[in-house]
């Protein structure tokens, strides 16, 4: 099997298994990071969330347990081929750079990390913007009566049969790829880097595992951070995909951010990160799941080179 083929099944592997777990914090996040461009709570047919409690209390109430894994599978369809695509791609671009040692040219060998990872970033997305867009739609629909959309399909079908067809899908694209390489390159970078400066990087026990996540943790609230005021923007903008444009509450990605800013303050732009710092668990895991994989990989190929030479 090809590298590339092994980093595809290795990340998308534990992203699948990382989004799982986390799921019910994942739509607590968006619900309250999008409830201010949602018809259903402008109108006041449904109250807004007061906080990470209140949200998680009332989905439970209003929409039963299995709710919190509303849009899961959509997730995972999405979030399969994005860190799949994502690991491989940045070990690709890697190839790419000069190799500079983390000892002697630090910042040039974290530079590296950080274009190679937003720039893997910025390609997975372009694959499958779609069904981010639908992952969104789908965890943002709140309140016990008629759901907006029944499935995947569904969504993808109104929202592309919209006034904007095809192209409805791809709402928000802009400030996302202008998000994810900070997103991306942070996350990969710092990760790359803080695991090179890891006493307990090769151990494959509970220290080199606990180690591992407190640098891939690092890695996630730090990237979290950096990107979400794009993201915020981005979800506010796929809300209002399939409607006609007339009915927009924001016109383009400057007018989302100066009516954001203008009518709700810079706090505003940070709406959910509260949650989203208890969803970095999730992100922090498929760093550690994946570094660990390869960890596996690798020794098992040593062991059988070791083994054919003996036999040599």
Same mark, same amino acid.
């Not at 209390?57 to 899961?72: D, L, M």
């Not at 750079?97 to 530079?111: E, G």
């Given at each position: ?113 950080? =274009?190679?990872?937003?720039? /893997? ?7 499958? #913007? +779609?069904? %981010?867009?639908? $992952?969104? *739609? @789908? ?74 996540? =407190?640098?891939?943790?690092? /890695? ?7 990107? #979400? +005021?794009? %993201?915020?923007? $981005?979800? *506010? @903008? ?75």
């Amino acid at each position: 099997m090809s590298q590339f083929m092994t980093d595809f099944l290795i990340g998308g592997t534990s992203a699948s298994i990382a989004k799982t777990l986390t799921a019910p914090i994942e739509r607590v996040k968006l619900v309250i990071q999008t409830q201010d461009a949602n018809p259903k709570i402008i109108s006041g047919e449904v109250q807004r969330y007061n906080g990470i409690i209140n949200c998680f209390s009332r989905i439970y109430s209003e929409q039963g347990f299995a709710a919190f894994w509303r849009g899961n599978m959509t997730n995972i369809i999405r979030y399969f081929p994005t860190q799949a695509f994502n690991f491989a791609f940045k070990d690709t671009f890697k190839t790419m750079f000069p190799s500079y040692s983390p000892k002697t040219d630090f910042w040039s060998f974290f530079a590296v990390n950080m =274009a190679s990872g937003g720039l /893997a970033g910025a390609g997975s997305l372009t694959i499958v #913007y +779609p069904l %981010d867009y639908a $992952r969104t *739609r @789908l965890a943002s629909d709140v309140g016990s009566g008629k759901r907006d959309f029944s499935g995947l399909g569904d969504c993808l079908k109104k929202t592309a049969q919209g006034p904007k067809g095809v192209m409805a899908l791809y709402n928000g694209f802009g400030v996302s790829v202008v998000g994810i390489i900070p997103y991306r390159g942070t996350y990969f970078g710092v990760f790359d880097t803080l695991k090179t400066q890891n006493p307990y990087q090769k151990d494959l026990g509970f220290a080199g595992f606990f180690s591992k996540f =407190a640098c891939a943790q690092t /890695a996630a609230i730090t990237a979290g951070y950096t990107s #979400y +005021p794009f %993201d915020t923007v $981005r979800r *506010r @903008l796929q809300m209002q995909s399939e409607k006609p444009k007339e009915e927009w509450m924001y016109k383009s990605t400057m007018d989302c951010f100066s009516k954001i800013m203008k009518n709700e303050g810079v706090g505003a732009m940070f709406k959910g990160a509260g949650a989203n710092v208890l969803r970095t668990v999730g992100a922090a895991l498929v760093l550690v799941l994946y570094d660990t994989a390869q960890s596996y990989l690798k020794n098992a190929e040593d062991a059988k080179k070791a083994e054919g030479a003996k036999k040599a």
